[in-house]
Nanobody, 115 residues
């Protein structure tokens, strides 16, 4: 299983970023997928999840209405569109998938929101 995040970087408050997660080594189109993040000095927290079909989405209250999770099963890629970024969104963002009893994580992509 390999999950490779990309798209992070330095952003000013209020702007948008889109993160990607390229997945391989498992049947992506059959797997529910999630994003999590870990801010400086904070514990890792859930951000968003999407069902294998893309028909169901779930969000943490802190990002609801600003972030959108999506997927392209033909490209084995998970996305996280982030709008209206604030300093509170500064974190390393990870995509993850639970396969059986194991949760697999990517290496993360850092997002820093600062003026």
């Amino acid at each position: 299983v390999q999950l490779v995040e990309s798209g992070g970087g330095l952003a000013q408050p209020g702007v948008s970023l889109r993160l990607s997660c390229a997945a391989s080594g498992f049947t992506f189109s059959s797997a529910d997928m999630s994003w999590a993040r870990q801010g400086p000095g904070k514990e890792r927290e859930f951000v968003a999840a999407i069902s294998w079909s893309g028909r169901e989405e779930y969000y943490a209250d802190s990002v609801k209405g600003r972030f959108t999770i999506s997927r392209d099963n033909a490209k084995n890629t998970l996305y996280l569109a982030m709008n209206s970024l604030s300093s509170e969104d500064t974190a390393v963002y990870y995509c993850n998938v639970r396969l059986g009893s194991t949760v697999h994580w990517g290496q993360g992509t850092p997002v820093t929101v600062s003026s």
